[in-house]
Nanobody, 115 residues
Framework: QVQLVESGGGLVQPGGSLRLSCAASGIYFNMYAMGWYRQAPGKQRELVATITSGGIINYADSVKGRFTISRDNAENTVYLQMNSLKPEDSAYYYC?????????WGKGTLVTVSS
């Protein structure tokens, strides 16, 4: 059974930082591209950052220079370090694992950026 479990969300002030984690099980993690997506109320889910099995990274323009995605294949975990957070970063953040036609999602973790 495939599980992607996100953690690390919460309430943070503008300018603050959070680190999200996504622990994967039930997949051969090393083979999967991993990604973070987010969805704010009333908006469509959007890509935040992805990292391929080979370590190629892609960021949404809105988070470049502020967010860093990384993966630990030994721990089957992908991380999203979020710095200089803005109120517009508030959303549910979802972890994704993708390998060819196989596509899995976590249940999400809520990030709220507010003073």
């Amino acid at each position: 059974q495939v599980q992607l479990v996100e953690s690390g969300g919460g309430l943070v002030q503008p300018g603050g930082s959070l680190r999200l984690s996504c622990a994967a099980s039930g997949i051969y993690f090393n083979m999967y591209a991993m990604g973070w997506y987010r969805q704010a109320p009333g908006k469509q889910r959007e890509l935040v950052a992805t990292i391929t099995s080979g370590g190629i990274i892609n960021y949404a323009d809105s988070v470049k220079g502020r967010f860093t995605i990384s993966r630990d294949n030994a721990e089957n975990t992908v991380y999203l370090q979020m710095n200089s957070l803005k109120p517009e970063d508030s959303a549910y953040y979802y972890c994704n694992a993708n390998y060819r036609e196989l596509d899995y999602w976590g249940k999400g973790t809520l990030v709220t950026v507010s003073s």
